[in-house]
């Protein structure tokens, strides 16, 4: 997949994130950039997801992992 940054920096409050981990589970987080970064439930980064006004959003994909859908989205 691929990704095109944005040329101008993003001003965000959260940043929330989907990623793998080494034994192939799902870790969900909620990032304060610079404060804090505090993992949450499935649930919580759903509703996230679905609720929040989204500005960017960015897949995250490692380097061997073509089957692994990764992402990073930004409120």
Known sequence: MKF????TP????FQYS????KSGRMQ??????GV???RIDR????QAYN??????LRPVQLPGQVM????EFYI
Do not use: R
């Open 68 to 71: 692994a859908f990764q992402l």
């Open 43 to 46: 649930a919580e980064f759903i």
């Open 10 to 13: 993003v001003k965000y409050d």
């Open 4 to 7: 095109i940054p944005s040329p």
């Open 36 to 38: 804090s970064k505090l």
């Open 18 to 21: 989907a990623t793998i981990n």
């Open 51 to 56: 609720d929040s006004q989204i500005i960017a």
């Open 28 to 33: 969900y987080h909620k990032i304060k950039p």
